[in-house]
């Protein structure tokens, strides 16, 4: 058997290294690889279900093209590369190249990605969308504060005598992260979790803290009057290194009485986390990005993360704020976080964007050209995106569509031609990772099946048959992709690029502990606890604030709805597998002991869930584990699983960053007439 060292490139903070072992050009195994001390017990049930997802019989090989009777038929990829490519065309003859949307979602991380830019580049650009489902409300938050988005070492978590998981589910979505909160907890640290649920990462700390969801900043707030009231605050650390902290002082309303009447926490349990806090040695708060997928989530994380700088618990080990650390992407710039930011039209005229939060409505808003073609890769849009019943209508309206994909997901269903997309295994690529400190070298293994092609190939093949000429506008001919690749991670001090293709590499220029030299890329070089460029950017308040959520005229509906991720999926991936259905339950409605007895309801009921934007149907599972008034389902199911929670989900903006509030929305449950 011939061994590879490679890694998972999915959307997640742990992307695992592991080692993969062909034999005969196939995948056989799948094992742990010891020497990333980040991930050292190798890949979650995942990435084991990588055997089966490869040679998965539900696997689209060959291209699909629809047929009049709504069917999908295959056709070959030449046929199929020469009908997009005269749609492509014709579209931007009539109307331009903002007829076209290009459309990608987070399913795949690595360099390659980046031909995609090149090629709608070459296309004269494209309509495409601005802001991020996921995190940018937290990191606009954390680079308002900091400068940069980064924390310590995973591993340095087990030098903390105090860490609290704020909002983040670490069992279930960062499980390697488990390993270095279990040293902690052997060194004698307190872990503190803060989750309106009983999650599995509760489970295993010393103290759970209900709030009611989307009340954090008060909690936060609190906490941090208690510790300057008592005088607890590193007032040395504030003197030297903090901007603004008398105003934040003297701003701090949030008594621990007020933060009880809106969290629901007790206020002597508040006053006593504030003084365990302020007392620890040694404090590392993580903060997850559930708690910022709301109105008030950038505001939010603000206030969170006043508490480890006013006790000076930034920029040594065993301490920080951790919320994503992007010191290992050295290759790319994160674009799209950054896309808005310092500029958002530095790409104009390029391309005309529209906000993946709003993308239904911003879509039917748009005025000349109207979308002819849209193109998607790597997303599944028509259940990801908040307001997914407009999104479906928005791309109903699309004339034609092309979905490049690995499964007939419900977005793949939609498409006009469907692209067969590439397995991890099938081309080479450099990962980087919002949490693992290593840039990793993703090498090709095994052939792609049928008549698969990177999306590298794909554009290439596309440009030629449009006469466009992709090779010096960036995009590598087939032969040439691997020193196109070398090509990209030639270039950067300090990094050497041998040594990478053999093994996962921290850069030279990680930062250990973060931000140790006490540099702060902000406009003051401090610490912004007052931030000028919040009011400017994002419109609020200079300091940190709690701020209602916004209840989209839903005020009268009783149940919050939470939509997390769990360990078996990542969104809306391998759901699909057997061996992940083999361990998983079919997922439910997840609602309080007391919800569920005021309804008449039992485990196992079918239910309606509804708000005004429409209803879902399932089943309720009644729990002690979810809070009273709000009501749990997970994102990423499919619809003909009894998906489709985004059809009740308002298409709104956070705060800042431009991501999605997906977590403000109110509904209601009843029993289904038996
Ligand atoms: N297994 C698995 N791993 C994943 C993913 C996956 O789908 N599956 N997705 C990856 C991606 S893209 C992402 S973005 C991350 C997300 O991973 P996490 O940051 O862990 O995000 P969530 O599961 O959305 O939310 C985490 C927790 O926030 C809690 N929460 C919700 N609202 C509030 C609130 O108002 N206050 C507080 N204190 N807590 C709240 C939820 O109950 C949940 O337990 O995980 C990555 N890793
Ligand atoms: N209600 C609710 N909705 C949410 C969230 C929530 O918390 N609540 N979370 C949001 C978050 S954090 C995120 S990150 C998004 C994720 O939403 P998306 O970005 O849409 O990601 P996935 O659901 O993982 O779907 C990715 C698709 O890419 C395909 N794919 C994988 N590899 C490749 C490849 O190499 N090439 C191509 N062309 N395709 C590939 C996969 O088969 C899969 O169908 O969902 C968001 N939606
Ligand atoms: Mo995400």
Redesign the pocket.
């Known amino acids: 058997m011939k061994e590879f060292i490679t890694v998972c490139p999915?959307?997640?903070?742990?992307t695992c290294t592991f080692r993969v072992f062909t034999e005969g050009g196939r995948v056989k195994r799948i094992l742990p690889y010891e020497g990333n001390l980040a991930t050292p017990e190798g890949p979650?049930i995942?990435g084991l279900s990588y055997l089966e997802r490869e040679y998965s019989p539900d696997r689209l090989i060959y291209p699909l093209r629809r047929q009049a009777d709504g069917s999908f038929a295959r056709i070959g990829t030449d046929e199929a590369l020469s009908i997009i490519a005269e749609r492509l065309t014709a579209a931007r003859k009539r109307r331009g190249p903002h007829s076209v949307l290009f459309y990608k979602g987070?399913g795949y991380s690595g360099l390659s990605n980046d031909i995609a830019g090149s090629f709608w580049r070459l296309f004269g650009g494209a309509t495409t969308t601005y802001g991020n489902l996921?995190?940018p409300a937290g990191l606009e938050a954390v680079r308002l504060t900091l400068g940069e988005v980064k924390h310590n070492l995973p591993w340095d978590l087990a030098n903390a005598s105090m860490i609290i998981l704020?909002?983040?589910?670490?069992a279930?979505?960062?499980?390697q992260e488990m390993i270095h909160i279990e040293k902690a907890r052997q060194n004698g640290a307190r872990v503190v979790v803060?989750?309106?649920?009983r999650?599995l990462?509760a489970d295993k700390a010393d103290l759970l803290i209900r709030?009611?969801?989307?009340?954090?900043a008060a909690l936060a707030l609190a906490i941090a009057r208690v510790i300057i009231d008592r005088g607890m605050a590193d007032t040395e650390f504030i003197s030297r290194h903090v901007k603004g902290f008398d105003k934040f002082a003297s701003s701090l309303e949030m008594t621990p009485d007020r933060a009880q009447e809106i969290t629901g926490i007790p206020a002597d349990e508040i006053i006593r986390l504030a003084v365990m806090t302020a007392g620890a040695e040694r404090l590392t708060v993580v903060a997850?990005?559930?708690?910022q997928?709301?109105t008030n989530g950038g505001q939010?994380i603000r206030s969170i993360l006043s508490i480890p700088v006013i006790t000076g618990m930034i920029g040594k080990p065993g301490c920080g704020f951790n919320f994503a650390s992007l010191q290992s992407y050295i290759f790319d710039d994160v674009k799209e976080p950054l896309s808005y930011y310092p500029d958002p039209d530095a790409d104009k005229p390029f391309r005309r964007a529209i906000s993946m939060a709003t993308f239904g409505q911003d879509f039917f808003a748009l005025k000349e050209p109207a979308i002819e073609v849209a193109w998607i890769e790597r997303g599944n849009p028509v259940i990801q995106l908040p307001g997914s019943g407009e999104v479906r209508k928005a791309l109903d309206s699309v004339p034609f569509k092309v979905v490049v994909e690995q499964f007939m997901t419900d977005t793949a269903t939609m498409a006009d031609i469907i692209l067969p997309a590439k397995g991890i295994f099938e081309q080479a690529d450099v990962v980087g990772s919002y949490w693992n400190p290593y840039t990793q070298y993703k090498p090709r293994v095994v052939d792609p099946p049928g008549e698969v092609l990177p999306e590298s190939e794909i554009y290439w093949r596309l440009a030629q048959i449009m006469g466009l000429d992709g090779s010096a506008a960036g995009i590598p001919a087939p032969g040439d992709y691997d020193a196109w690749l070398t090509e990209r991670i030639s270039h950067t001090p300090g990094f050497v690029r041998e040594e990478l293709m053999q093994k996962p590499v921290i850069p030279e220029q990680n930062e250990h502990p973060a931000y140790g030299n006490m540099k702060f890329e902000t406009p003051s070089g401090r610490i912004e606890l007052s931030s000028d460029r919040a009011v400017k950017l994002w419109g609020v308040s200079p300091l940190p604030t709690y701020e209602p959520l916004k209840d989209f005229g839903e005020e009268h509906l009783p149940l919050r709805l939470?939509?997390?991720?769990?360990?078996?999926?990542?969104?809306s991936q391998f759901g699909n597998l057997a061996v992940i259905r083999s361990v998983v339950e079919e997922p439910a409605w997840e609602i309080s002991v007391g919800d569920a007895r005021r309804r008449g309801l039992t485990s196992g009921d079918g239910v309606r869930i509804f708000n005004s934007r429409g209803e879902v149907t399932g089943k309720v599972k009644v729990t002690a584990r979810v809070r009273s008034g709000s009501l749990?389902f997970p994102?990423?199911i499919w619809l003909g699983e009894g998906g489709g929670v985004n059809r009740l989900i308002a298409p709104s903006e956070t705060d800042m960053g431009h991501g999605a509030a997906f977590?403000n929305t109110r509904v209601d449950i009843e029993k289904l007439a038996p």
């Open positions: 999915r959307n997640c903070y742990s979650c995942k987070s996921c995190w704020w909002g983040k589910n670490s279930e979505t960062n499980v803060i989750d309106p649920r999650t990462t709030p009611r969801p989307g009340t954090d997850g990005y559930g708690l997928r709301y939010t939470m939509t997390p991720n769990i360990a078996s999926r990542i969104h749990v994102n990423g977590h």
